[in-house]
Nanobody
Framework: VHLVESGGGLVQAGGSLRLSCGTS????????MGWYRQPPGKQRELVAH???????NYADSVKGRFTISRDNAKNMVYLQMNSLKPEDTGVYYC????????????WGLGTQVTVSS
């Protein structure tokens, strides 16, 4: 499974970015897809995820500012990030989970998001 992120970059505080994650496989085959981030010097953390039924969950720090969505026809997952803050800086990774007796986690290589103050 290949996941490819795009859309990262440098933005000023208060600005917006839209991250995209594409996969060569049908995303309906995944139990859940999500976005994680790894701030400099910190561990990777969940930002948001969306289930195959469309249910979403967000980290408290991004609620009301970020929106995760999916386009099953295009096999794409998006993360719209608004009102960005310097603490949103980090490498953002796309994740996909598939349950086949055991839970498999797949990761993209990440895209850098830098928010300047």
């Amino acid at each position: 499974v290949h996941l490819v992120e795009s859309g990262g970059g440098l933005v000023q505080a208060g600005g917006s970015l839209r991250l995209s994650c594409g996969t060569s496989e049908s995303i309906v085959s995944f139990r859940e897809m999500g976005w994680y981030r790894q701030p400099p010097g910190k561990q990777r953390e969940l930002v948001a995820h969306i289930t195959s039924s469309g249910s979403t969950n967000y980290a408290d720090s991004v609620k009301g500012r970020f929106t995760i969505s999916r386009d099953n026809a295009k096999n794409m997952v998006y993360l719209q990030m608004n009102s960005l803050k310097p603490e949103d800086t980090g490498v953002y990774y796309c994740n996909a989970q598939r349950l086949q007796l055991v839970l498999y986690n797949y990761w993209g290589l990440g895209t850098q998001v830098t928010v300047s103050s």
